[in-house]
């Protein structure tokens, strides 16, 4: 009797509704525990408008579907240990926008199942009465009325207040979801900080690196050259006790007497030519080193020559040949080169060239002619056609002053073009100038001259 009555109360609560949400369940069991339980409530939600208000008479006859309803209760509200199984395996898959989402529909459900709830009530509280009445009109049957079993009413009430409060899992899910997102931003804020001083790191290390490579090379090129001159002080000092021994008979004083005095001028007059043929070879490209140079001549003052004569004779004829063939091209390189100055200079404007063979340009004309027995204050310039300076009486501080006529021939002819603090250029040949000998160590053979020549000023010869 009370399970009939259970089933009436059931099927007056469901309706169709219980029915059609049995075969919802029944066609999406390859769907998602979750997803099916967003569809069974939004079947649920559905039914009750389609049939208007339910009430228990209308739903009589359909008593046999009420075991259906039975069971769709029993799986949704009455086994919470069911749910909690699909909630365990759900949570561990879910992020948290699936997490909001089961949240927001169970809302919605438990809105419905409050609207059931008190249709529920009302079918409850109708039963009772009609059992009351039922014990009034029968009371000499003394039959006591049993009332319906309602731990599935419970069961169902239950289910209802989790799904108010919310399943531990589903709170406990939100809340790992939310705990997660706060790590994952933590790590975010630390990976990226971590990239920031790795980055700035790296570049420290790359400059730390080049510098090092800097210091290196520097070093290496210092030890280079720092072998270099303790290969060169070393060699220094073994000439250094070599001349100290070949000098160990020779005056302190040597300008003490009047003899020492002339010989000491005649050693040093030698001394400037041996100069002057060892620069003259160095510009030639012949490598002399003036310590070797010498060495040689003081073991030949003193007698302690260190080779023997025959070896000598064989190496001055080798130096001899060297020097020669080094003074030949140099002299074809110099001759090309004057050459090619000569042929730009004579097409310059105002290049002239005079009855003496050089070529001459005028500067400045200046003003006031002179006068033959003037005595002339003349600044000169003398220089190599590629540019090296021989002297520069300007630059020294030097003004060269003598009359007209005491001049040589090619200074007096060029003056001749110019007036008082005029200025001119000559272009001079070598055969006017220091000709095939030159002028060592300064001016090599065969040497093109260039001159510039300015008249300080000019003043009458004392009488």
Same mark, same amino acid.
């Given at each position: 009797?009370?399970? =009939? ?44 408008? #389609? ?15 009420? *075991?259906?309803?039975?069971?769709? &209760?029993? *799986? ?87 799904? =108010? ?53 520097? #070093? ?6 720092? *072998? ?18 070949? %000098? ?15 010989? %000491?001028?005649?050693? *040093? ?14 510009? =030639? ?44 091209? =140099?002299?074809? +390189? ?18 002239? #060239? ?25 600044? &000169? ?32 002819? +060029?003056?001749? %073009?110019?007036?008082? #603090? ?11 100038? /220091?000709?095939?000998?030159? /002028? ?10 260039? %001159? ?12």
């Amino acid at each position: 009797m009370k399970f =009939w009555v259970l089933k009436r109360v059931l099927v007056a609560m469901w309706g169709t509704a219980g029915l059609s949400v049995s075969q919802g369940i029944c066609a999406d069991e390859g769907v998602p525990a979750l997803l099916q339980f967003a569809e069974q409530y939004q079947e649920t939600n559905k039914a009750p408008s #389609h049939n208007g208000t339910i009430t228990p008479e209308k739903k009589m006859e359909g008593a046999p579907s009420s *075991s259906v309803s039975e069971k769709f &209760v029993s *799986s949704s509200m009455g086994n919470p240990s069911g749910e909690r199984s699909t909630s365990r395996v759900g949570s561990a898959s879910l992020d948290s926008v699936t997490v909001h989402k089961a949240l927001r529909a169970r809302e919605r459900e438990v809105s419905a199942l409050r609207a059931e709830q008190k249709v529920l009530q009302q079918a409850l509280k109708a039963l009772k009465e009609k059992m009351t009445g039922i014990a009034t009109e029968r009371p000499s049957a003394r039959v006591r009325a049993e009332l319906p079993d309602l731990t599935l009413l419970q069961q169902w009430v239950g289910g209802l207040r989790a799904a =108010w409060r919310g399943e531990p899992d589903v709170r406990r899910a939100a809340m790992l979801v939310r705990q997660a997102n706060e790590m994952a931003e933590e790590a975010r804020r630390a990976t990226t900080k971590a990239n920031a001083e790795l980055a700035a790191q790296t570049l420290t290390l790359k400059e730390s690196a080049q510098l090092l490579k800097n210091l290196r090379e520097s #070093h290496q090129d210092n030890e280079r050259a720092l *072998s270099e001159l303790r290969v060169q002080t070393r060699r220094a000092q073994e000439a250094l006790k070599v001349l100290k021994v070949r %000098y160990s008979g020779v005056s302190d004083n040597p300008l003490a007497s009047e003899p020492s005095r002339l010989g %000491y001028a005649a050693g *040093s007059v030698l001394g400037l030519d041996v100069l002057g043929v060892i620069g003259e070879r160095q510009r =030639w490209g012949v490598p002399v080193e003036r310590a070797d140079v010498l060495a040689g001549i003081v073991d030949a003052v003193t007698g302690q020559l260190q080779l023997s004569r025959g070896e000598l004779d064989e190496l001055v004829t080798r130096v001899d040949v060297e020097a020669g063939a080094a003074r030949a091209r =140099w002299v074809a +390189a110099q001759a090309k080169r004057d050459e090619g100055y000569v042929a730009q200079f004579s097409r310059q404007k105002g290049v002239k #060239h005079s009855p003496m063979g050089f070529w001459y340009r005028v500067d400045y004309a200046g003003s006031g002619v002179l006068s033959d027995d003037a005595v002339i204050d003349l600044v &000169v310039k003398e220089q190599l056609t590629d540019g090296t300076v021989i002297q520069d009486m300007a630059l020294n501080g030097k003004v060269l002053s003598q009359p007209l006529s005491s001049f040589p021939p090619l200074f007096k002819e +060029a003056i001749r %073009y110019l007036q008082n #603090h005029g200025a001119l250029t000559l272009v001079v040949p070598p055969e006017l100038a /220091y000709g095939d000998a030159g /002028y060592p160590p300064t001016v090599p053979p065969n040497a093109t001259m260039v %001159y510039t020549l300015r008249i300080d000023g000019e003043r009458v010869a004392k009488g």
